[in-house]
């Protein structure tokens, strides 16, 4: 089944909290002048590991979106969704109290759930006894409750879920929400993801596989994605909210379609539980069934935003599997990782990325990939090295690949009444 068979989907809303920002626009504004929102890591005390940098939302209140007592009772990554979703639901300028609330739904990807609460929760038990943890514990930590927690925010009744696919989730939820229009079960879908994992829980786990960049003197040159210096990613945070409508419904209330989400793709490598496919196999098929989904042919795409999440292996194998798909025609599309400046924020990345692919489309420029500084041979792609270039960008491919080799990718296109 195409887009061409079903109900197209388009989006009219877009919040986001990220280290490089606070909303959708300021975090693209910064994206576009290459800026870096790396630096040392606050949320944890991260004395004793090799990586002591994080991509953090330093500026973020809470208050500034949610009660006092009510903020106190959410962990982070569900206090982050909602400031987005509530932000995306301005921007769409949608009145959930005048829609039919069964009809408006909610996706969000999410990796690790509450991370640093159960990890506080863990030493109460150890240091104090259960019976001294948050009765608040499981509403806080599981990783639905950023999407139980927005639903009720916004008055959404209807369609609920949550996207737990590690690195690729944001994409999962945003494709899943496309269908979930497509076939009739929403007309309205808040959807993208969220995270906030900076813990000593988070920061040891990956540290011991050695997956982290050790460049701790200088955080804002970090995060390197195809550079031939890349030495690991950065841990990062943020959520990230697109509100999807069915077209025909957009349009009649006259809402601003920023463009359409048209094509979702997902596979799994199979393989190895967390380092990809060093084929690309299953990522190209990934990015196959996106575009064919959307209707289109891979010579449509003109841009694409890249996993690129600035690890050895991860960036060299997206490479092999763009060439993989597109052939010559490759060299010709530029690829850029919004990484690059704020970090690999795990189930939230694509959900941020997304942003980015709409601004694209509406700004007709794309984002640089910064310091990307000295090629790789096996990465020899047009990466957009440090600056941002102005370009008439019709169709975006967004790539995410998750630990346990889920494959997730989605293809944004200029609206076309």
């Known amino acids: 089944m195409t887009a061409n068979d079903t109900r197209r989907v388009v989006v009219t809303g877009l919040g986001a909290v990220t280290p490089l920002g606070l909303t959708a626009d300021e975090f693209w504004a910064n994206l576009l002048a290459g800026r870096s929102g790396i630096g040392p890591m606050t949320l944890c005390d991260p004395t004793g590991y090799p990586c002591r940098i994080a991509g953090q939302s330093d500026d973020f209140n809470p208050g500034d979106y949610l009660p006092a007592r009510e903020a106190r009772r959410m962990a982070r990554f569900s206090q982050l969704a909602v400031a987005a979703a509530l932000q995306a639901v301005a921007d769409a300028d949608l009145d959930i109290a005048r829609e039919d609330p069964y009809r408006v739904g909610v996706l969000l990807g999410n990796g690790n759930g509450g991370f640093p609460t159960l990890e506080e929760n863990c030493r109460i038990l150890a240091d104090r006894g259960g019976m001294r943890m948050s009765p608040f514990f499981f509403p806080m930590v599981l990783p639905n ?77 970090a995060s390197r994605p195809f550079d031939a210096q890349r030495d690991g990613f950065v841990p990062a945070e943020g959520a990230g ?116 692919c709409v601004k694209s489309i509406v700004d007709r420029k794309i984002h640089p990939t910064v310091n990307y500084e000295e090629p790789d041979p096996e990465c020899d792609l047009d990466y957009v090295p440090n600056q941002a270039r102005s370009l008439s960008v019709d169709t975006v491919l967004s790539n995410a690949f998750g630990f346990g080799g889920q494959n997730a990718c989605l293809v944004f296109r200029r609206h076309q009444p």
């Open 145 to 221: 409750m950023a999407a139980a927690n927005v639903s009720q925010y916004v008055g959404a009744h209807g369609y609920n879920s949550t996207a737990t696919t590690a690195c690729a989730a944001s994409n999962n939820a945003i494709g899943e929400a496309l269908q979930a229009i497509r076939h009739g079960v929403a007309d309205v879908m808040l959807a993208g993801g969220t995270e906030a994992g900076i813990s000593q829980l988070g920061l040891a786990g990956f540290a011991v596989m050695r997956a982290l960049s050790t460049r701790n003197d200088d955080p804002q040159r």
């Open 241 to 356: 909210v697109l509100i999807l409508e069915e077209r025909q419904r957009a349009v009649s209330r006259n809402a601003n379609i920023l463009c359409e989400l048209a094509g979702f793709g997902a596979t799994s490598d199979a393989g190895h539980l967390v380092q990809p496919q060093e084929s690309g196999a299953s990522a190209a098929r990934a990015m196959a069934n996106a575009i064919a989904d959307a209707g289109l042919n891979a010579s449509d795409v003109d841009y694409i935003n890249a996993h690129g999440t600035s690890t050895p292996l991860n960036d060299a194998v997206e490479t092999v599997a763009i060439k993989r798909l597109f052939g010559d025609d490759a060299y010709r599309i530029p690829v850029s990782s919004t990484k690059s400046m704020i970090g690999h924020s795990l189930g939230a990345s694509g959900a941020l990325e997304a942003v980015a």
